[in-house]
């Protein structure tokens, strides 16, 4: 079963499409990819498939009848349109060869993609073909109308051939006449791999890509060609996702890392390209988080379409983020009660009593997305969902309850009167982290949580989904104790400059965590700026007030200082938790709290991720008690040798 995107097709697709939909769906092989209707640089051709042993084929399809057809020639048809008039059209088949080259001459660009030598030196690395589809027509009309005269029998398919039910249709007839229809004459001698798959994904289709990484392209000097060898884009699921979320209200349910901040800002700059006049709201809880998303979507936004296109005006992307300041506003849920509905928390349920008896007026949303949905209450959701238009009812809520840090007693049917029944999906794949620190956070957490006993796997739903991981590795979770915490900080502020000199790690690609800023006994921010400072390591403290949250920048050159909780939804190359022996902290009642904080706090690492502590807790006794199953089993393993 090939991989479709979107999952499911358009109701209002015609019965040709959709029976077209269902067979390439089940009839071609597993790794193939089959988009419906994908906006690709200003077109929109019907079908496009690629497969690593096939290429790449651009499908036209036709509802066409032999009384649809007038006349006919290679270029234009003359047909009986739907209201029963005469109109000329485009050959099918040119439309689709038209299509074709749009999409090989965006391709072309990319030097990863095609022969830099040889025979076929300039051209793309892959086949390329084009079809046409006619669903109401079979063979034996063709050869009545003399169709086969204009069209190629190779670049096309009729009724029979896509059929399933029709006595003549073949699996294999299907794949061999897909595999026909293409104007390059060799074959793949080698599979397209995974990288080659993701830059034609990340060239055709701009919303895949992972914005945030994105640098300005700089032309090469001889040739417009763009080296993409590190490009990063959503995989098929979030693509999906971000693309078929659907109307009405929704519920995304993701393990920490599995891009769901990424998807939720992906929805809605599809959302403004769809509806530039709706009026958009992000919300979250916490305020770092919410300039992290803005960072995001202005980097998706300032983007190109085309990462070939150097006319690119400025002023047209000015315009389009004038148009983006105007309707889509992105908020933390206080803020947002204070600067756009001018209330409190304490008069919200006052609020939603005069709603409900139409005795006030507030703002009315098109759209609402709200990220980190587990950490609102249930009165905040029942507000928002008094303030969503009523026709389009296009509320996405995401979230995970491993990352709840904050006790909410909520049912979505009865807070926001929406319900989330057969409109949720759940991401089960950690693409943040690696396959070590995945295992470390996990195994953490399943240990200390009381929610250990609802982790689900991903065929059901539940309380907490437990991760997997992606395949990328890299090196274990380090765990370092010290004798006092000015010396522990000077082993993490040398480690620091010892990463950004060896491994040439960004001072901004690296966050220190705390859990409280001050004890009785010493105060943890001086000593970690005063480390810092002693090795000259440029530093930003997101946390010290509400003005250095807001003017947090993401890129800055510097190594971050952050609380756990304003580090929800943002990642770094390197993450360090200092200072873990006051974990659980003790005038916290909640361990639970502290238990879902560790976890978040760990799973915010990309690469390295390392663990710190000068005392003793309950929390760390658990790490001395890694560390010595670790000394045992290399023990063992150097007996056995």
Same mark, same amino acid.
């Given at each position: 079963?090939?991989?479709?995107?979107?999952?499911?097709?358009?109701?209002?697709?015609?019965? @040709?499409?959709?029976?077209? =939909?269902?067979?390439?769906?089940?009839?071609?092989?597993?790794?193939?990819?089959?988009?419906?209707?994908?906006?690709?640089? @200003?077109k929109?051709?019907? =079908?496009?498939?690629? $497969?690593?042993?096939?290429?790449?084929?651009?499908?036209?399809?036709?509802?066409?009848?032999?009384?649809?057809?007038?006349?006919?020639?290679?270029?234009?048809?003359?047909?009986?349109?739907?209201?029963?008039?005469?109109?000329?059209?485009?050959? !099918?088949?040119?439309?689709?060869?038209?299509?074709?080259?749009?999409?090989?001459?965006?391709?072309k660009?990319?030097?990863?993609?095609?022969?830099?030598?040889?025979?076929?030196?300039?051209?793309?690395?892959?086949?390329?073909?084009f079809?046409?589809?006619?669903?109401?027509?079979?063979?034996?009309?063709?050869?009545?109308?003399?169709?086969?005269?204009?069209?190629?029998?190779?670049?096309?398919?009729?009724?029979?051939?896509?059929?399933?039910?029709?006595?003549?249709f073949?699996?294999?007839?299907?794949?061999?006449?897909?595999?026909?229809?293409?104007?390059?004459?060799?074959?793949?001698?080698?599979?397209?791999?995974?990288?080659?798959?993701?830059?034609i994904?990340?060239?055709?289709?701009?919303?895949?890509?992972i914005?945030?990484?994105?640098?300005?392209?700089?032309?090469?000097?001889?040739q417009?060609?763009?080296?993409?060898?590190?490009?990063?884009?959503?995989?098929?699921?979030?693509?999906?996702?971000?693309? *078929?979320? $659907?109307?009405?209200?929704?519920?995304?349910?993701?393990?920490?890392?599995? $891009?769901?901040t990424?998807i939720?800002?992906?929805?809605?700059?599809?959302?403004?390209?769809?509806?530039?006049?709706?009026?958009?709201?992000?919300?979250?809880?916490? %305020?770092?988080?919410?300039?992290?998303?803005?960072?995001?979507?202005?980097?998706?936004?300032?983007?190109?379409?085309?990462?070939?296109?150097?006319?690119?005006?400025?002023?047209?992307?000015?315009d389009?983020? %004038?148009?983006?300041?105007?309707?889509?506003?992105?908020?933390?849920?206080?803020?947002?009660?204070?600067?756009?509905?001018?209330?409190?928390?304490k008069? %919200?349920?006052?609020?939603?009593?005069?709603?409900?008896?139409?005795?006030?007026?507030? !703002?009315?949303?098109?759209?609402?997305?709200?990220?980190e949905?587990?950490?609102?209450?249930?009165? #905040?959701?029942?507000?928002?969902?008094?303030?969503?238009?009523?026709?389009?009812?296009?509320l996405?809520?995401?979230?995970?309850r491993?990352?709840?840090?904050?006790?909410?007693?909520?049912?979505?049917?009865?807070?926001? @009167?929406?319900?989330?029944q057969?409109?949720?999906?759940?991401?089960?794949?950690?693409?943040?982290?690696?396959?070590?620190?995945?295992?470390?956070?996990?195994?953490?957490?399943q240990?200390? /949580?009381?929610?250990?006993?609802?982790?689900?796997?991903?065929?059901?739903?539940?309380?907490?989904?437990?991760?997997?991981?992606?395949?990328?590795? @890299?090196?274990?979770?380090?765990?370092?104790?010290?004798?006092?915490?000015w010396?522990?900080?000077?082993?993490?502020?040398? *480690?620091?400059?010892?990463?950004?000199?060896?491994?040439?790690? /960004?001072?901004?690609?690296?966050? %220190?965590?705390?859990? +409280?800023?001050?004890?009785?006994?010493?105060?943890?921010?001086?000593?970690?700026?005063q480390?810092l400072?002693?090795e000259?390591i440029?530093?930003? #403290? &997101?946390?010290?007030?509400?003005q250095?949250k807001?003017?947090?920048?993401?890129e800055?050159?510097?190594?971050?200082?952050?609380?756990?909780?304003? /580090?929800? $939804?943002?990642?770094?190359?390197?993450?360090? &938790?200092?200072n873990?022996?006051?974990?659980?902290?003790?005038?916290?009642?909640?361990?639970?709290?502290?238990?879902?904080?560790?976890?978040?706090?760990?799973?915010?690492?990309?690469q390295?991720?390392?663990?710190?502590?000068?005392?003793?807790?309950?929390?760390?006794?658990y790490?001395?008690?890694?560390?010595?199953?670790?000394?045992?089993?290399?023990?063992?393993?150097?007996?056995? +040798?």
């Open positions: 079963m090939a991989q479709t995107v979107p999952e499911t097709i358009r109701s209002t697709a015609t019965a @040709g499409e959709r029976l077209l =939909f269902r067979t390439l769906k089940n009839y071609l092989p597993d790794d193939y990819i089959v988009y419906y209707e994908p906006e690709i640089l @200003g929109r051709p019907d =079908f496009v498939i690629i $497969g690593p042993d096939l290429g790449l084929v651009v499908l036209e399809v036709k509802d066409y009848t032999k009384t649809t057809l007038v006349q006919i020639n290679h270029d234009d048809w003359i047909i009986v349109s739907a209201n029963g008039e005469q109109a000329m059209v485009k050959s !099918p088949l040119k439309q689709a060869r038209d299509n074709m080259f749009h999409v090989v001459d965006t391709l660009k990319d030097k990863n993609l095609i022969h830099t030598a040889g025979k076929y030196q300039m051209q793309l690395k892959f086949p390329y073909g079809g046409a589809v006619f669903t109401r027509m079979y063979q034996k009309d063709f050869i009545a109308e003399g169709i086969y005269s204009v069209i190629d029998p190779n670049l096309c398919l009729i009724r029979d051939e896509i059929d399933p039910e029709k006595e003549s073949t699996e294999e007839n299907l794949i061999e006449k897909i595999t026909n229809m293409f104007v390059v004459p060799y074959r793949l001698r080698k599979n397209l791999d995974i990288y080659d798959i993701n830059a994904r990340y060239h055709l289709f701009p919303e895949v890509r914005s945030a990484e994105f640098k300005a392209p700089v032309p090469y000097q001889d417009l060609l763009l080296s993409l060898h590190d490009i990063k884009a959503m995989d098929l699921h979030q693509e999906n996702l971000a693309k *078929q979320i $659907g109307d009405k209200n929704r519920l995304i349910r993701g393990v920490a890392g599995s $891009g769901k990424l939720l800002a992906s929805r809605a700059k599809l959302l403004l390209k769809e509806h530039p006049d709706w009026k958009i709201l992000i919300l979250c809880y916490n %305020i770092s988080l919410s300039q992290n998303i803005k960072q995001i979507i202005r980097h998706m936004l300032e983007e190109p379409d085309s990462l070939f296109d150097f006319t690119n005006k400025d002023e047209d992307v000015e389009v983020l %004038i148009q983006s300041q105007n309707n889509l506003i992105v908020r933390n849920f206080h803020e947002w009660l204070k600067f756009d509905l001018k209330i409190n928390e008069q %919200i349920p006052t609020i939603i009593e005069k709603l409900e008896k139409k005795e006030t007026i507030l !703002p009315i949303y098109d759209a609402i997305l709200i990220d949905g587990q950490d609102f209450e249930a009165d #905040w959701l029942a507000l928002v969902s008094k303030l969503l238009n009523e026709n389009t009812q296009s996405l809520l995401v979230e995970d491993a990352q709840t840090i904050y006790n909410r007693k909520r049912s979505y049917v009865k807070d926001t @009167g929406l319900s989330f057969g409109r949720s999906k759940i991401l089960t794949i950690n693409y943040r982290n690696t396959a070590q620190i995945v295992k470390f956070a996990w195994d953490f957490y240990k200390h /949580s009381f929610l250990k006993n609802k982790v689900i796997s991903r065929e059901h739903e539940g309380e907490v989904i437990a991760p997997q991981s992606t395949r990328r590795k @890299g090196p274990e979770a380090a765990i370092v104790k010290a004798d006092s915490f010396k522990e900080m000077r082993i993490v502020a040398r *480690q620091i400059q010892k990463l950004h000199e060896e491994k040439k790690i /960004s001072y901004s690609d690296i966050l %220190i965590l705390y859990r +409280v800023k001050r004890t009785h006994k010493l105060n943890i921010i001086d000593t970690i700026q480390s400072h002693k000259a440029p530093n930003y #403290w &997101i946390t010290e007030n509400e250095t807001r003017n947090f920048e993401l800055g050159e510097t190594v971050k200082i952050s609380t756990i909780e304003s /580090s929800k $939804g943002l990642d770094f190359q390197v993450v360090f &938790i200092v873990v022996d006051n974990m659980p902290f003790p005038l916290e009642e909640d361990k639970e709290r502290e238990v879902s904080l560790l976890y978040i706090g760990m799973t915010r690492a990309k390295y991720l390392c663990l710190s502590y000068s005392g003793e807790s309950e929390f760390t006794q790490f001395e008690d890694l560390k010595i199953q670790e000394k045992d089993r290399v023990e063992l393993i150097e007996k056995q +040798v």
